[in-house]
């Protein structure tokens, strides 16, 4: 069975500061990665993934993850915080194909950016 | 384009009263759909999801139902709310091939008192 584990509920940085949250799966086959983002009161919105392709992913906001297969993590990082990116974030893997149409989230992140 | 729709967004029900939230995806044709509730502090549990009409999966149980009547339409129900189904839900949808990226409605608020 798969599961994710997203080491840190809360995460809190200064403003410019390097964004480092950690996420590691565990599966059976290789998966895909995923990370959303979700603002207080809103639904979940894809930040970026990983399908098989390039092990380092960009995504929307200047983010970036890498899937590093050794360590079986896929961690999310940003070279400078906005105020904007304060929000609480999900680290999430699918099997690749078969009959598995479910996700497997982590806990999330709070991440708290600081003037 | 695809669009998820939920509706309502917020909500107040006395305890023992009925539940009917509802679903819609636009732009796509046999989805695969999920529902989810966030409590607080809990993360994301996947409650239900569906892979065509009237095909229910059920992850947790509990006092909830789900029903598929359309293609693109998702309903979660309850005949008697808890004090503990009070939270945030969270409708999905993903293509039915691929690697099953989910896209998220906006939510409901669901307050039991």
């Known amino acids: 069975a798969q599961s994710v584990t997203q080491l840190g509920s809360h995460v809190s940085v200064s403003e410019g500061a390097l964004v480092l949250l950690r996420c590691n799966y565990s599966s059976s086959v290789p998966p895909y990665l995923f990370w959303y983002v979700q603002y207080p009161n809103q639904g979940l919105q894809l930040l970026l993934k990983?399908?098989?392709?390039?092990?380092l992913v960009k995504g929307i906001n200047g983010f970036e993850a890498e899937f590093k297969k050794s360590e079986t993590s896929f961690h999310l990082t940003k070279p400078s915080a906005h105020m904007s990116d304060a929000a609480e974030y999900f680290c999430?893997?699918?099997?690749?194909?078969?009959?598995?149409?479910?996700?497997?989230f982590g806990k999330g992140t709070l991440l708290t950016v600081n003037p | 384009s695809q669009t998820i729709h939920q509706w309502p967004a917020t909500l107040v029900q006395p305890v023992g009263s009925p539940l009917s939230l509802e679903c819609t995806v636009e732009g796509t044709s046999n989805p695969n759909l999920y529902w989810y509730r966030q409590a607080a502090g809990r993360g994301l549990q996947l409650l239900f999801y569906s892979v065509g009409i009237g095909q229910i999966s059920s992850e947790v149980p509990q006092n909830l139902s789900a029903s598929r009547p359309q293609d693109r339409q998702f309903i979660l129900s309850s005949k008697k709310l808890l004090l503990s189904d009070s939270g945030f839900y969270l409708c999905a949808w993903s293509p039915n091939w691929d690697y099953n990226e989910q896209f998220f409605g906006p939510g409901t608020r669901l307050t039991v008192l």
């Open positions: 999430a893997v699918s099997d690749i194909g078969g009959s598995n149409y479910k996700l497997t």
């Open positions: 990983y399908t098989s392709a390039a092990t």
